[in-house]
């Protein structure tokens, strides 16, 4: 998977198959996941989702951003609380 260091410190994904496995893994531990609210513009969209991971509840925003030809060019994925994400990497590491 090809990673850049992004500006703000995070670390970005880059690519489509980066993406694509990135999904297909959270996937399989999400319960529950469902859109609240969808937001939709002519060159961007955002969405706002709920899920849970066992006892733990979580919700967050996509920010999609599209090109001239309406391929995805930028997607940025919010979740929250962080201190259940953290603990659900470990257990996704395991």
């Known amino acids: 998977m090809s ?3 992004h500006p703000r410190g ?3 994904q880059l690519g489509e198959e980066a993406t694509l496995a990135s999904l297909r893994q ?3 531990f999400f319960e529950n996941f469902e859109c609240a ?3 939709v ?3 961007s969209h955002a969405q706002e989702f709920r899920y849970r991971v066992g006892d733990a509840a979580f ?3 996509d920010s999609i951003r599209l090109d001239a030809a309406g391929k995805v060019s930028d997607l940025v994925v919010l979740v929250r609380p962080v201190s259940d994400i953290m603990k659900r990497g470990e257990e ?3």
């Open 3 to 5: 990673t850049t260091e």
């Open 10 to 12: 995070a670390m970005a």
């Open 26 to 28: 959270s996937f399989g």
């Open 37 to 39: 609210r969808e937001f």
């Open 41 to 43: 513009g002519d060159k």
């Open 59 to 61: 919700n967050g925003m």
């Open 92 to 94: 996704a590491a395991r």
